[in-house]
């Protein structure tokens, strides 16, 4: 069994969905999106390994400098809902201390949640990480050098 | 560039930079916004004191260096704030604030609002790295895998 160093930690946060209820701990990372005119955003993102592309809301377009949401390359994408029509863009972020420049799809109907704008998918930025996640814990371990 | 306390000989020569910036002809406001500047933390007491906190090194090696990344990722820095933390710990009013709005966080403050996102983003363009979030006016509903 090889030997894992992780030198980072994405932290879980707690979300209650109604006042009093039940919470919700979710992994989210805080994700730099560096903007068409050069200007930085911090955007928090759900660490998602169920998402094969990183996905922002559609609103998101103008800060890429686009016209409009849908006129990139249209992609289907499986989802809780069933098959959607998402349009995919390329940007660069800054995750765990890396500048990406990776695919990044913009989706109209990405359930709206106070704690995150997106999820943080494999495509080009997970190649750059190792991950270590132990569940009963909440720890979720990264490492820059897999 | 901010204090980074090394030794004891260190903090000699911040206190002797702390008198000098205090019998200065400055204002108080701009005395507390130096402070900020290099991470000083002042605080002003009820009977208007000024207080300040000054880091200083209890013992070399405390935890391994392979340890050092998580343990720091898992706490809070001083001078440093968690906006994703403080809009968590803060949500209920938040979103009894701002529902069906988008905000900007700014160190732990929401530093403006407003129902468009690219409005919001013309008004917030001074900040670097403002933390951006829609909050939703419906409940939350939840449709991902990640649960207690």
């Not at chain 1, 990183?54 to 949401?69: D, N």
Request: overall charge negative.
């Amino acid at each position: 069994m090889p030997d894992k160093n992780f030198e980072q930690v994405v932290r879980f946060y707690e979300l209650q969905s109604v006042p009093a209820g039940p919470s919700i701990w979710l992994p989210l990372v805080d994700v730099t999106l560096i903007t068409q005119a050069g200007s930085r955003i911090n955007l928090p993102l759900l660490f998602d390994t169920g998402a094969s592309v990183t996905t922002l809301r559609a609103e998101f377009y103008s800060i890429l400098g686009l016209q409009s949401w849908d006129q990139g390359q249209k992609v289907q994408t499986s989802t809780a809902g069933g098959v959607k029509d998402v349009y995919q863009y390329v940007a660069t972020l800054e995750v765990f201390g890396k500048t990406i420049t990776c695919p990044i799809q913009l989706n109209d109907q990405l359930p709206s949640n106070p704690l995150f704008v997106g999820l943080l998918g494999r495509d080009t930025v997970f190649n750059e990480f190792g991950f270590g996640f132990w569940e009963n814990t909440h720890e979720l371990y990264v490492t820059g050098n897999p | 560039m901010k204090y980074s306390i090394r030794s004891h000989q260190d903090i000699g020569e911040v206190r002797a930079n702390l008198k000098a910036m205090l019998t200065s002809s400055k204002s108080p406001e701009e005395t507390l916004e130096m402070l900020d500047k290099i991470g000083l933390e002042p605080f002003v007491t009820e009977q208007g004191g000024l207080l300040v906190k000054i880091w200083t090194i209890a013992a070399e090696d405390f935890v391994p260096r392979e340890k050092t990344a998580i343990i720091r990722a898992k706490r809070a820095t001083p001078g440093q704030s968690d906006d994703l933390d403080w809009l968590s710990k803060n949500l209920a009013v938040i979103r009894g604030q701002y529902a069906g709005e988008w905000i900007a966080l700014y160190e732990g403050t929401v530093i403006d609002h407003a129902p468009a996102l690219p409005e919001l983003l013309d008004r917030i363009s001074k900040f670097d790295r403002p933390l951006i979030t829609f909050i939703p006016a419906e409940p939350v509903t939840w449709t991902f895998t990640y649960a207690r």
